[in-house]
């Protein structure tokens, strides 16, 4: 008697082979800014980028429905959290275990961020103890109903989930793989007419703060301009003084300027002027050799997207 041959139906339930890659993801207000790149490729290494505008009860599905037309399922994204997800504060480190030492760091924001004790998730990293006085760190306190949401949205668009981040660690990423130095370095974002400063050194963030000084195409164009650019200058002068001497870190010689249309090419000019430091473009289309292919605008609107692609390997 002959065996019955079968017949196999694993072709059927075969997966849609993943395409080679990582992707980065960023919130905004605007939001979901998208990175897709293949850093295996030969040639065009960014093989995707774009501004997901949706209403927030809609951005999952559309972020699902691009995954599909992309066949990107199954691959590794890292997201960076919006400035409203989360809020970041300086603590003093406290003399505790490490195994104990979110807990005591709860117990210190409790008090200084406006999440409800019962719902925040505590994140720490270091400042290098000769930073300051007494021992710091920065503690990033975000709602954790809030990262189950993220997290859902993630794994409901067929996304495998790495790590979820925050801007400044986005900013960091980029200027390690941009920067021409070790020694002291600047990045200055402006976003919303805000001016948002990093002070770093051999890949180390000392120092993150908001400048007060409004900063947009319209302030830049106004009558009292000059005068809000010396008031700017002031606060952008404090600050890399504090870092060179408070901090014992030495001169910035190099200030990067994220992209934003309007602003950027006119703001690197005045600075070069008054500042010691050489400011430049942070240019994302020298990350892969893309030439001009990312306008101004596409750079402001993905940046931090792009620094979450190169968050693991940071």
């Not at 924001?109 to 710091?136: C, G, H, Q, T, W």
């Not at 934003?260 to 703001?267: A, E, F, H, S, Y």
Request: charged share 25%; net charge negative; with cysteine.
């Amino acid at each position: 008697m002959t065996a019955k041959k079968e017949v196999s139906l694993n072709w059927l339930r075969r997966k849609r082979q993943k395409k080679p890659g990582v992707l980065g993801l960023a919130f905004s207000e605007q939001g979901l800014a998208m990175v897709w790149v293949d850093p295996t490729a030969e040639t065009q290494k960014l093989k995707h980028w774009e501004l997901l505008v949706e209403s927030p009860s809609q951005i999952g599905a559309l972020l699902a429905e691009r995954v599909v037309q992309l066949e990107l399922e199954h691959m590794p994204c890292s997201v960076v959290l919006s400035a409203d997800h989360y809020e970041l504060q300086l603590v003093e480190a406290p003399n505790v275990p490490v195994t104990e030492r979110l807990a005591a760091v709860r117990f210190l924001l409790k008090d200084k961020v406006k999440i409800p004790l019962d719902d925040l998730n505590i994140d720490v990293f270091s400042v290098p103890e000769a930073a300051y006085p007494r021992p710091m760190l920065y503690a990033v306190g975000a709602s954790m109903q809030r990262l189950i949401e993220i997290r859902d949205l993630i794994l409901g668009a067929g996304l495998r989930l790495d790590r979820i981040d925050i801007r400044e660690m986005a900013v960091r990423s980029l200027a390690l793989a941009l920067a021409e130095t070790d020694e002291g370095l600047a990045v200055l974002d402006v976003r919303d007419g805000q001016a948002r400063l990093s002070l770093m050194r051999d890949g180390t963030l000392y120092l993150c703060r908001s400048l007060n000084t409004k900063i947009d195409q319209a302030s830049m164009a106004s009558s009292d301009w000059a005068f809000n650019f010396e008031r700017f200058l002031v606060e952008l002068q404090r600050s890399l003084d504090f870092f060179e001497n408070q901090m014992g870190q030495g001169q910035v010689m190099q200030l990067l300027l994220a992209p934003v249309p309007g602003v950027t090419n006119q703001l690197i000019e005045q600075l070069n002027l008054n500042l010691v430091a050489q400011a430049s473009a942070l240019n994302l289309n020298e990350l892969w050799n893309t030439g001009s292919l990312l306008s101004a605008r596409d750079q402001h609107e993905v940046l931090f997207a792009a620094g979450a692609v190169l968050g693991g390997d940071a």
